[in-house]
């Protein structure tokens, strides 16, 4: 069965400082990746996706993830946080494109002043 | 557009009872899924409805149920309520097919349970 795993429960960055994320998946073929961020009390917020093509995907907020097949992994990157990127993180796959979604535990971000 | 929308945003039960939450997805979009958030297992999927069929159910018991309406509005059942049930629960809607499959959330019914 497919799954996702998120290494980092917690991840506390000081702001300005670079962040990476980790992610990652158990799945034999190439599966569509999702990134999401949640903030407190609220729905989730999709920052990027991957369906096929080039494998360092663009998303919102000037987050930007990586897709590495040899490594089953999908990190999401940003070269400089801010405070409003405290949240919560998740990563999710679907293995089709009717599928259902799985998401992983999530990372809950705190950034230091 | 406006987003996905969902109803109530807070609900207190008693055990036993069975509550019924409400999601109306973004127009256009033909697909809805349902999620249950808790701090201990995070997020898990409930199911997904398509064109008011139930396309996708993830490992619930059959006190959780669902459906879909004509106009792709959803509803989530859920009887027999136990503390256990408490979290935040989340609707999603998306096209559900095709190259653009991404999810949009709604702000989550907060149920709990005592």
């Given at each position: 069965?497919?799954?996702?795993?998120?290494?980092?429960i917690h991840i506390t960055v000081s702001e300005g400082a670079s962040l990476e994320l980790r992610c990652?998946?158990?799945?034999?073929?190439?599966?569509?990746?999702?990134w999401y961020v949640q903030s407190p009390g609220?729905?989730?917020?999709?920052?990027?996706?991957?369906?096929?093509?080039?494998?360092?995907?663009?998303?919102?907020?000037?987050?930007?993830?990586e897709f590495k097949r040899s490594q089953s992994s999908f990190n999401l990157r940003k070269p400089?946080?801010?405070?409003?990127?405290?949240?919560?993180?998740?990563c999710a796959v679907g293995l089709s494109r009717g599928d259902k979604i799985i998401f992983g535990k999530g990372t809950r971000l705190h950034i230091l002043p | 557009k406006a987003?996905?929308?969902?109803?109530?945003?807070?609900?207190?039960?008693?055990?036993g009872q069975q509550v019924t939450l409400s999601c109306s997805p973004i127009s256009g979009h033909r697909s809805v899924s349902w999620y249950q958030q808790?701090?201990?297992?995070?997020?898990?999927?409930?199911?997904?409805?398509?064109?008011?069929?139930q396309r996708n159910k993830g490992?619930?018991?059959?006190?959780?149920?669902?459906?879909?309406?004509?106009?792709?509005r959803s509803e989530m059942n859920v009887s027999t309520l136990e503390l256990g049930d408490s979290a935040l629960?989340?609707?999603?809607?998306?096209?559900?097919?095709?190259?653009?499959?991404?999810q949009f959330f709604g702000p989550g019914t907060r149920l709990t349970v005592l």
């Open positions: 069965a497919q799954s996702v795993t998120q290494p980092d990652n998946y158990s799945y034999g073929a190439t599966p569509y990746l999702f609220q729905g989730l917020q999709l920052l990027l996706k991957y369906f096929s093509g080039d494998t360092l995907v663009q998303g919102i907020k000037g987050f930007e993830a400089s946080v801010h405070w409003s990127d405290a949240a919560e993180y998740f | 987003g996905v929308t969902q109803t109530p945003r807070y609900l207190i039960k008693t055990r808790t701090p201990g297992q995070g997020l898990q999927f409930l199911f997904e409805y398509f064109s008011e069929t490992n619930f018991p059959g006190r959780f149920s669902g459906r879909q309406f004509s106009n792709s629960y989340l609707c999603a809607s998306s096209q559900g097919q095709g190259k653009h499959n991404e």
